[in-house]
């Protein structure tokens, strides 16, 4: 179910094809309970011990991300640069731009259809929109770390997510406060803030799906 395909022709890695409810059950069996305060005890470790590498690369993220279309390819660079650095594995500046190299398409598709859905959630009603932004939040996530193909993602993400929906939706809302705190303190406050809720979602994902095995990226 892990393994991935090399395009040599195009010198592309190509999504797997998983069996989406084995994909589910194993990761409902092998996930760990979300714990929100060992996410942020474990998020502030993690970006104090090098905070400047950390606040540097998200600014420089955040400053590509303002470019439409391109922000899905560098969501997909971040989730896979802030996964590796809590695995303990190499990382580097080049590594925010993965998308452009892995799963081009299925990061675009992700977001062009996480976008439109969410807006015509929020348009029609405020509930709608946030829960689809709740239940597609790994999404890049499991792009990058299981080379998977956005609907399956997508479709995953969700069920996952729905198993785990009252703890995650209360880690959103910590989220939300500290970046609402983050905008009191002007910019200053926000860029400080930014690199620890990217840390804090990386560590989210990695208790609930990190049991799966993954394919290794050659």
Known sequence: MNNFQRNNSQNRVEPVQVDVPAFVAEAIRTGQPLDIGKCWS???????????????????????????????IIFGGLAYYFLGRIRNERREMSDLFIGFQYMTMP????????????????????????????????????????????????????????HHFGAVLLLWLTSCVLIFTGFL?????????????????????????????RPQLT
């Not at 474990?42 to 279309?69: H, I, P």
């Not at 939040?137 to 193909?149: A, E, K, T």
């Open 42 to 72: 474990r998020a502030w470790t993690l970006v104090m011990s090098d905070y400047g590498t950390f606040l540097g690369y998200t600014l420089l993220a955040n400053l590509c991300m303002q470019v439409f279309v391109l922000n899905f």
């Open 185 to 213: 303190c002007l910019l200053i406050g926000l860029i400080f803030v930014v690199p620890f809720v990217w840390a804090m979602w990386a560590y989210a994902y990695e208790d609930i799906f990190g049991g799966i095995k």
């Open 107 to 162: 990061l675009i598709f992700a977001g062009l259809i996480q976008t439109v859905a969410v807006s015509f959630g929020f348009l029609f009603c405020i509930l709608p929109g946030l829960y689809l932004a709740l239940i597609w939040l790994f999404s890049w996530h499991l792009i990058v770390d299981h080379r998977l193909n956005f609907w399956d993602a997508m479709e995953i993400s969700r069920q996952v997510t729905n």
